[in-house]
């Protein structure tokens, strides 16, 4: 039994396969590959475009969609080994893992960290043990990574420029009154350098770089790829020739848990916002975010409404990418 977690644990060639079949998919070809199954997909957190495009994907494949939203239609679950549960959570990963296996054919979970230990968070601990106690297939719906955007992203690029090899790419952190989860900065790390995408990621400085974990994977990859991989904090560098521009906010992971101290630093770096004057520093470059994204927060009008920024084909994708992996794991198991 095969689970969709990460991208680090496909190859390369198996994650084209997977954006061959979601292309077929887009060119209207059906599948009625979950046809009598079902799939519970649990909702930590909000969502629109994972929520709209699993359900859809589901029934366009002939199965049935089981949304549960842990602690509003749904008991909270208690996630902790020997606690004694005389708190807010009802019932135990261990037997909700188990049940939901009883019922379904794959289980989807979305449950971002809670920004206030990243030593705690980094642990990924909501899906790990959804994989431990269930015996059917575990999909990420966004975690500490989001292998479901980077499909969506890498099928965009591929459209848009053909082979991705050696193609400059820039991932840079971008401006938000928040601090945001850092998993699809994680993933846009993941999936370019597993493509072999020559790789920059610029922050406004140290306190913003990624998880070592993925900067040390990023890093590897490029390696195993023949692509390469660099850090910047000098904006006119990072824009400097790059083909695709992908923005995304994080917070900065030293300052987890503590964001009266991150918010005055953060407020400096609002000039990181994706411009026009930005873009004219690339190479006739290509713009995306994940969405959802703040207009003259992250990106202006000018940048969103032109006819570079594909981030409404990425979202599209979304639907094809994971039909085409849900079908791979259905095959699989």
Known sequence: MQHYINTTDWSQAELQSML???NQFKQGETSQSLNGKSVALLFFNPSMRTRASFELGVAQMGGTAIVLEPGKNAWPIEFDLGTTMDGDTEEHIIEVAQVLSRYCDMIAVRAFPKFENWRDDRQDKVIKAFKKYATVPIINMETITHPCQELAHMMTIQKRIGRPQKKKYLLTWTYHPKPLNTAVANSSLLISTKFGMDVTLLCPN???????RYMDLAQHQAEESGGSFKVTHDINEGYDGAEIVYAKSWGAIPFFGNW????????????FIVDQEKMNLTNNGLFSHCLPLRRNVKATDEVMDSDYCFAIDEAENRLHVQKAMMQTLVQKT
Request: glycine share 0%.
């Open 20 to 22: 061959d079949l979601a």
């Open 206 to 212: 140290e306190n913003y770089l990624l998880d070592k």
């Open 260 to 271: 009266e101290k991150e918010k005055p630093m953060r407020d400096q770096y609002k000039h």
